[in-house]
């Protein structure tokens, strides 16, 4: 699909959702996935990789390194036994800002590399400085002048890393960079997420000797080289809780062809506690909703298996249309909630108490508006917005929502939205 950058969407609001939908393979999941698959010295084969912005941006850095990528449909074999890491120029080095755990991967082929200190974006400062202080521990030596950064990996060693945090990109940086790392890392404090156990699935099967996945404590034994491989990602839990809560709040009956309901069982929860009615099997969940919810009280996102973060601003146009009061709080990202001007545009009652909180008063209905999307999923919570909106709503800026979703108006016009890309 090629997105344009000036695309905007227009939605006539109203219309119920039904009808049976597959989930998109995981945004989440692919990126670290291509990323790593630099770190094998065969051939590598990722297949139904979402078509995606970031996926599309992830191949240019990738053919950009020297991997030499062919597609075919949403299938990508790369082949990265020739790649030419000398000359990593700075442009490069701003593109893979947004793809920093793409750092762990090429420093297992390169002794050093140089990036340019990330800036904040929109849901926050998003520092690196546990990145760095992991890479550190495990003898990376770095140095910053100006705004570069230089990492030399040399002297690297094997040893114990504990995150201040459990960042979910600090996690696959070390997990990849310790799968060829000579001896025992064990990484404290790591990041639980779906996605992260699915990288770690896909380095076990080029050949790395990986324990933890998916708990607090993961053990890697480095291996010498890693095998090519064939794999296939999860599919993406923010667009199955999207879809999910589109249809909650227009009212309907979807079918989703998604198999890890386990991944989305808060959100699951929270639904059936509004007043959906869910019904959840190996591979497809079931939702019917009249679209007369009612508010529980208090949402809190947090780090996996907590309420995803992902989903926040989801959550806050599903509670903004639901009767009664709720306090949504934040505790992942300082500045989460950028949408919220954009929905009180609409008529929501949403008053925001402090960077991490939010009062969300429900209201019978939100008018169509002309709305900027400001990033990715504040966009998608736009559009569930309009889709519920009496009159017609227009959305710009959708090239921050087609980061994440593979053609979000199809998405709903195949559970009879009347929404298309103008
Ligand atoms: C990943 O971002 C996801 N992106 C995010 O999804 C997701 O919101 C986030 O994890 C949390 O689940 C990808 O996987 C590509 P973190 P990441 O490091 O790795 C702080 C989306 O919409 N932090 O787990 O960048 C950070 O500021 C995107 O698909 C430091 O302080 O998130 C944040 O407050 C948005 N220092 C918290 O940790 C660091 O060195 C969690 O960040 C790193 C992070």
């Known amino acids: 699909m090629i997105y344009k950058y000036e695309d905007r969407l227009k939605i006539r609001g109203g219309s119920r959702l039904n009808g049976e939908i597959t989930v998109q393979t995981s945004k989440n999941a692919c990126l670290p996935i291509l990323s790593a698959s630099i770190i094998s010295n065969g051939v590598v084969r990722i297949d139904s990789c979402p078509d995606i912005l970031d996926v599309q941006n992830m191949i240019e850095i990738l053919t950009e390194l020297g991997v030499s990528v062919r597609k075919s449909d949403n299938d990508y074999i790369l082949d990265s036994r020739s790649l030419n890491l000398n000359h990593l120029d700075f442009n490069l080095c701003k593109t893979m800002r947004s793809s920093i755990f ?64 459990p960042s979910v990109g600090a996690t696959e940086n070390i997990v990849q960079f310790a799968s060829t790392l000579k001896g025992k890392t064990t990484i404290y404090n790591a990041a639980r997420e779906p996605e992260v156990v699915d990288l770690c699935n896909f380095l076990s099967k080029m050949g790395a000797k990986i324990i933890g996945a998916g708990t607090k404590k993961i053990t890697i034994y480095g291996v010498d080289r890693l095998h090519g491989t064939e794999y296939t990602p999860i599919q993406d839990r923010i667009v199955a809780g999207t879809i999910l809560c589109a249809v909650a709040i227009t009212g309907g009956n979807v079918r989703l062809k998604y198999s890890n309901s386990i991944q989305i069982r808060k959100l699951i929860e929270i639904l059936s506690r509004m007043g959906c009615q869910i019904d959840v099997k190996s591979d497809i969940i079931e939702l019917t909703s009249d679209g007369n919810l009612h508010s529980i009280a208090k949402v809190e996102t947090g780090y996996y298996p907590d309420f995803p973060t992902d989903l926040q601003s989801i959550m806050l146009t599903l509670c903004a249309l639901v009767h009664g009061e709720t306090e949504i709080v934040e505790r992942v990202f300082e500045s989460r909630f950028l949408i919220v001007p954009e929905l009180v545009k609409m008529g929501a009652n949403i008053e925001v108490l402090s960077n991490r909180r939010v009062k ?63």
């Open 102 to 165: 793409l750092l762990g991967a090429i420093l297992t082929r390169c002794d050093s590399v140089m990036l340019t200190t990330p800036g904040g974006c929109n849901i926050g400062e998003r520092p690196i400085d546990i990145h760095l202080k992991a890479f550190k521990k495990l003898g990376v030596t770095i140095r910053q002048m100006g705004e570069y950064i230089f990492l030399n990996a040399k002297n690297a060693h094997a040893g114990k890393v504990k995150l201040k945090l």
């Open 360 to 422: 969300v008063v429900g209201v019978d209905s939100l008018s169509g508006a002309c709305l900027q999307a400001k990033e990715l999923r504040g966009g998608a919570s736009l559009v569930l917005a309009g889709l519920r909106a009496k009159g017609e709503t227009i959305i710009d800026n959708v090239h921050f929502i087609d980061r994440g979703y593979e053609q979000i108006e199809s998405m709903f016009t195949s559970l009879g939205a009347d929404i298309e890309r103008i």
